[in-house]
């Protein structure tokens, strides 16, 4: 769904645009951003609030999306505290972070201005029975960040969405629930449902890489199990690092938006009369 800028976040944005950038550097952010017509005259505070609005006007772009390319390198950049000449840089950051926060807005690591989780009120069944991908990758985006802190809890959460997802669709379509609700037997009553099987597929290529979702899906429940918080610290069985978590997690993602995507044509599919998917 399209989100105009909210007023607030335009008056911070073209403040950090006047204070951070040259003329010429305004224009070339704003065009590669995807902003609307050509560079308007004024200061760069005025040129910069003015091709915002233009940009809330313009229906064809999304204005979150050019927002996002915006800040992206204000809210990235690495910022020395120590160093005065950078120093002087953290108030804005923090100001246009607080502005849109107030305004249900979050900034998504990789150039991404989204609706808030609008929404703590929504829980993860609800993204997925929406089809909420953007949620959904939200949800992803902070077991990522968690990967550095505690790649135990991210692991666990990686493989909770995926578990969440079948059990969603399992409940949704009327499937028998497996006795045993773990991620491994949810998965398997999910993949036959929805044609998610190799021995089917002609295709030599497709055949290996659907072979692959399904050592994805083991993986990542035996090492929830080993390595993860879910189960207890005990004795660990793994030196769980930031890069096995975020393995485990971009793994689950990609499988995870798979699934959902072939939930979308299956549904699709029964509107038209299909009796089978179409994988």
């Given at each position: 769904m399209r989100t105009d800028i909210p007023a607030a976040v335009l008056a911070v944005t073209a403040d950090l645009a006047a204070e951070r950038e040259t003329h010429a550097s305004l224009d070339s952010l704003f065009i590669y951003a995807g902003a609307p017509g050509e560079p308007p005259d004024g200061s760069k505070h005025v040129k910069a609030l003015a091709w915002l609005r233009r940009t809330n006007l313009e229906t064809s772009v999304d204005p979150l999306r050019v927002l996002g390319r915006i800040v992206e390198s204000w809210l990235e950049s690495i910022v020395d505290p120590h160093n005065d000449c950078q120093a002087g840089?953290?108030?804005?950051?923090?100001?246009?972070?607080?502005?849109?926060?107030?305004?249900?807005?979050?900034?998504?690591k990789g150039g991404r201005v989204v609706p808030a989780l609008a929404a703590p009120t929504r829980a993860l069944a609800e993204f997925i029975r929406d089809r909420d991908l953007e949620s959904i990758n939200i949800e992803f985006d902070r077991a990522v960040h968690n990967a550095t802190s505690s790649p135990r809890e991210a692991v666990?959460?990686?493989?909770?969405?995926?578990?969440?997802?079948?059990?969603?669709?399992?409940?949704?379509?009327?499937?028998d629930m497996p006795a045993k609700q773990d991620l491994q037997s949810v998965w398997n009553v999910v993949r036959k449902h929805l044609g998610i099987d190799p021995?089917?597929?002609?295709?030599?290529?497709?055949?290996?890489?659907?072979?692959?979702?399904?050592?994805?899906?083991?993986?990542?429940?035996?090492?929830?199990?080993?390595?993860?918080?879910?189960?207890?610290?005990?004795?660990?069985?793994?030196?769980?690092?930031?890069?096995?978590?975020?393995?485990?997690?971009?793994?689950?993602?990609?499988?995870?938006?798979?699934?959902?995507?072939?939930?979308?044509?299956?549904?699709?599919?029964?509107?038209?009369?299909?009796?089978?998917?179409?994988?």
């Open positions: 840089l953290i108030p804005g950051r923090e100001k246009l972070i607080r502005t849109l926060t107030e305004c249900n807005l979050q900034y998504v666990s959460a990686a493989s909770n969405i995926l578990e969440s997802t079948c059990k969603i669709i399992i409940e949704d379509d009327g499937l021995s089917k597929i002609e295709d030599q290529d497709l055949q290996q890489i659907l072979s692959g979702l399904i050592a994805v899906v083991k993986g990542i429940g035996a090492l929830r199990t080993h390595a993860s918080s879910a189960h207890g610290a005990g004795k660990p069985a793994y030196k769980l690092e930031p890069r096995h978590a975020h393995l485990a997690i971009h793994s689950a993602h990609t499988l995870c938006l798979f699934v959902l995507e072939s939930w979308n044509k299956r549904t699709d599919g029964q509107k038209m009369q299909k009796t089978t998917p179409d994988f």
